[in-house]
């Protein structure tokens, strides 16, 4: 492991095993104000990430402890302690703690039950709903015994949606209009919309939108790889709707945690979340999973496994691994 270097009082060596990648680096790059600094050049990016113990200074932390930290982008580091969240007790896979039972999943359980405060037989509109946040607010809702809508790309990511559940879907990239495409599958409206998207999927979801509708602003990746654009042509409908927006993020609304696990726990066991993942094999190609989230080369989280001990990078340097839950098995801390 390089850099690696005995840990000194208090500190802890830590081997990299995942690395979560995600939509909101692509801000750090800028040095626009934002609610993350940006990073600096020349000093390692940082991201979420779990790993092993290899040694330990600090009594809490033992070899083969696995740790969850936001020191990824890297194949090992030494850290304080009091850095480091230790996993234990595990009831999913290690990996799933960056991804379904991680961030990406509390942010979809947040968005949908106290940004959207879900109500019973809303009809529920989910933007990148193959992506990470997005498949587990479309199983979220389907868990709770929603009507869902789901929109992404391509044929196998609709495919994928409907086996998630969803009752209606939309290929974005195959529909010249995507309005007329959400009034066609939502003849009735929608009542709350959690959008990943923005540009003129949220612009449809506010056309089709039902009196007192409420939308979770989750995120907005068409925009950002662009210059800063004007909103929705079409905001007036959030007055003559009484329609409420609500954009949020994740880290206000910690205190969620225990009760989102919890829910987790409950529909995992009862077969009603699935993991999913693409998994990049190998640190070096981090940069092209990170290209892929705007290329869409993901469903569900996209990682990167740089553990020494995993298989070679097929020739095209990544692979996919879908629908690993099925068994609702509790994973082991040794089987990653
Ligand atoms: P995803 O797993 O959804 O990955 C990105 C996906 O977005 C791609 O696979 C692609 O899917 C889609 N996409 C990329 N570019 C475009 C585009 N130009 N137009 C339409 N779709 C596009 O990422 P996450 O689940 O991690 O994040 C989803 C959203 O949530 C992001 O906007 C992210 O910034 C936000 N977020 C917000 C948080 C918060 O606290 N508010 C916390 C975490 C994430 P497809 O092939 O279907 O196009």
């Keep these: 492991m390089p850099g690696s270097r005995e840990p000194a ?3 802890v060596q830590v081997r990299n095993l995942w690395m979560s990648v995600d939509p909101y680096m692509r801000g750090r790059m800028d040095t626009n104000d934002s609610y993350v ?5 020349g000093v390692a990016l940082e991201g979420g990430a779990i790993g092993e113990v290899v040694s330990s200074n600090d009594p809490g932390f033992s070899p083969g402890d696995l740790v969850r930290s936001y020191r990824g982008w890297r194949e090992g580091f030494n850290a304080s302690g009091s850095e480091l969240e230790k996993l234990e007790h595990l009831h999913f896979p290690p990996e799933a703690y960056l991804g379904a039972t991680g961030m990406p999943g509390l942010t979809a359980y947040i968005g949908l039950t106290r940004i959207a405060k879900l109500r019973k ?3 529920v509109f989910v933007t990148g709903a193959a992506g990470a946040v997005g498949s587990t607010a479309v199983q979220i809702a389907k868990a709770c015994g929603h009507r869902v809508i789901g929109s992404a790309g391509g044929a196998e990511k609709i495919a994928l949606l409907r086996k998630l559940g969803c009752d209606e879907v939309i290929d974005y990239k195959a529909e010249p209009d995507f309005e007329a495409a959400l009034c066609r599958v939502a003849p009735q409206g929608i009542d709350v919309c959690f959008d990943n998207i923005g ?3 949220l612009d449809a979801a506010l056309a089709v939108a039902r009196p007192h509708a409420r939308f979770a602003l989750c995120g907005a990746i068409y925009m950002y790889d662009m210059a800063p654009t004007r909103g929705p042509g079409n905001i007036w409908r959030a007055v003559d709707m009484q329609i409420t927006l609500r954009g949020f993020i994740c880290t206000d609304h910690l205190d969620l945690v225990p009760e989102f696990l919890s829910k987790m726990a409950e529909w995992y ?3 009603k979340i699935k993991l999913l993942d693409t998994v990049f094999e190998g ?3 981090a940069p092209a999973a990170f290209l892929g989230l705007f290329e869409g080369r993901n469903t569900g989280k996209m ?3 740089s553990d020494e001990r995993c298989t070679k990078p097929s020739p095209s340097g990544w692979r996919l ?5 099925t068994t609702g098995a509790p994973a082991s801390p040794s089987s990653p």
């Design 283 to 285: 640190i070096e190609y």
């Design 321 to 325: 691994r879908r629908d690993r839950s």
């Design 37 to 41: 600094e940006p990073f600096k050049i």
């Design 199 to 201: 540009a003129e999927q």
């Design 9 to 11: 009082a208090g500190e």
């Design 303 to 305: 990682l990167v496994r």
């Design 121 to 123: 037989d809303d009809v």
């Design 269 to 271: 066991a009862a077969d």
